[in-house]
């Protein structure tokens, strides 16, 4: 059964204090991963696309890479702006326009940067 | 330029009435998506619209929920007979015929059934 598990599911960081998001994912042929950030009482808003292992992308204090089984999410110096919920989430292969119902997300991670 | 929008942004119901959803794309976009977010839980993938084509309602729960799609523009969620259970927040995302992978969220509606 294809699958998502995040973790931790909180973290509580000081700032600048650097630390990493898992991702761990079972997927019969995976896609894509997909990073996003959720700010409170907002949508979901997107970061970035993986595609192959050892892929890796970076944007301002936030690098992601993955591997066959998972995906880090690692926050460089946080400050408290950084401080969100960050989901993951995985497109498995589907075929034609059925493969959006293969788009599985996890629970995300609830990011807390302490001034 | 103008994002997703979703409206109403929040919604109080009373068990066993029909509520309507509505969901505005970004301009262009030929997708759009439908999920429910429950409190503290991920997303779950609802229903699929792309251009013209039969929808992917393979994510839909049961019968009484339903949405439509007026060509490549608004969409609609319809749930019928609300339960206690269908309380959640209600994501619409779109994107481009080129770019299916990169989903633009709207804020959501968040549904309240009593």
């Known amino acids: 059964e294809d699958q998502v598990t995040q973790s931790p599911e909180a973290l509580r960081l000081q700032e600048g204090e650097s630390s990493s998001l898992n991702c761990s994912y079972t997927?019969?042929?995976?896609?894509?991963l997909f990073w996003y950030r959720q700010d409170p009482g907002k949508g979901p808003e997107f970061l970035f696309t993986?595609?192959?292992a050892g892929e890796e992308k970076e944007k301002e204090r936030l690098k992601a890479t993955l591997t066959k089984k998972e995906s880090f999410l690692h926050i460089t110096a946080p400050k408290p702006e950084d401080s969100a919920t960050y989901l993951c989430a995985v497109q498995a292969p589907g075929s034609g326009y059925s493969s959006a119902s293969k788009i599985i997300f996890g629970s995300g991670t609830r990011l807390s940067i302490r001034p | 330029g103008a994002g997703v929008s979703q409206s109403p942004s929040n919604k109080v119901t009373e068990k066993g009435k029909d509520v309507e959803l509505r969901c505005d794309p970004i301009s262009g976009h030929t997708a759009l998506y439908w999920y429910r977010q429950r409190l503290g839980q991920g997303l779950e993938f609802l229903i699929y619209?792309?251009?013209?084509?039969?929808?992917?309602k393979s994510g839909l729960p049961s019968d009484r929920f339903s949405a439509e799609r007026t060509g490549e523009s608004v969409s609609t969620l319809t749930i019928q007979r609300t339960q206690q259970e269908d309380s959640a927040v209600y994501l619409c995302?779109?994107?481009?015929?080129?770019?299916?992978?990169?989903?633009?969220f709207g804020p959501g509606t968040r549904l309240t059934v009593l």
């Open positions: 993986l595609y192959s």
């Open positions: 997927v019969s042929g995976l896609r894509g």
């Open positions: 619209f792309q251009g013209n084509s039969a929808p992917d």
């Open positions: 995302a779109s994107s481009t015929p080129l770019s299916t992978d990169t989903q633009y």
